[in-house]
């Protein structure tokens, strides 16, 4: 059964949530913390949900530690959830 997108996203955000504030999570351990033995087939999803939130300003991206447009680049990226009193920072 297909998880509606709305659910995946805030399993995106529950998961990265539980870190640091300032810490990155990468999208592969993302996708193996949520579909464990089968992640590769899901890192492409974990990728779009990651970009959806960003436009969302729900979660920032990196890439060597600089902010990341998923639309703009290509490679590996870290997720970090913007904390509702990080967002006007």
Not at 12 to 41: C, M, P, Q, Y
Not at 63 to 84: C, W
């Amino acid at each position: 059964m297909k998880k509606s997108n709305t659910k995946f996203n805030q399993r995106v955000l529950s998961f990265t949530g539980r870190h640091n504030d300032d810490k990155s999570i990468s999208s592969s351990e993302t996708a193996r913390d949520l579909f464990s033995g089968i992640w590769k087939n899901h890192l492409d999803k974990v990728r779009t949900t990651a970009g959806e939130l960003q436009s969302e300003h729900l979660q920032k991206l990196t890439q060597i530690g600089k902010n990341f447009r998923l639309d703009e680049n290509k490679g590996p990226i870290g997720l970090t959830l913007i904390k509702k009193d990080n967002k006007s920072k």
